[in-house]
């Protein structure tokens, strides 16, 4: 089965729940083989809002990239997502950030995730439970890009498996 890395964030209402309430909508697709630590992070882009709880985990799938994409958008939607404005507060967020190698350049959906190595709350769980991650369009290890991205991630706990 093809595998996958996706983030995952919240900073509405209660944030855990509405991640494990998407962890367990999340069987009906594939298979959660692993799930970084959880980290509290300040909101990018618009920073006037709650801390988010985010986190990035490894997905087998046998979807491809846009069927994902739609799964994951319905997942938010049944856990009681809102429409709001870009980067606004979000009850749940799932991020594509890599498919396998796949390079996806759509206007719905980029593969690798546009910013994918200028967050910290995308690149430093993904590579804590993928350190040899490799970005698709550069060829470089995403361990390069740590040197050039502030970690201002804060642990807030750890998921038993699931």
Request: charged share 20%.
């Given at each position: ?19 494990l309430k998407a962890f367990e909508l999340l069987k009906n697709f594939g ?17 006037n809002q709650p801390d988010f709880i985010n986190g990035v985990f490894e ?34 967020d799932l991020d594509i950030l890599l498919y396998e190698d796949h390079i ?59």
């Open positions: 089965m093809p595998l996958c890395y996706i983030a995952f964030g919240s900073n509405v209402g209660d944030r855990l729940s509405y991640i298979q959660i083989r692993k799930v970084s630590t959880l980290y509290v992070s300040q909101a990018w882009g618009r920073t997905f087998a799938t046998d979807f491809e990239p846009i069927r994902l994409l739609k799964a994951l958008k319905n997942i938010e939607s049944t856990c009681g997502r809102k429409p709001r404005e870009r980067w606004g507060p979000r009850e749940i996806l350049m759509l206007s719905f959906l980029r593969i690798p995730h546009l910013y994918l190595t200028q967050r910290d709350f995308f690149l430093f769980p993904l590579l804590e439970i993928c350190p040899e991650a490799v970005h698709p369009i550069s060829g470089q290890p995403l361990k390069t890009y740590m040197k050039s991205l502030e970690n201002n991630l804060k642990p807030f706990a750890c998921l038993l498996p699931l």
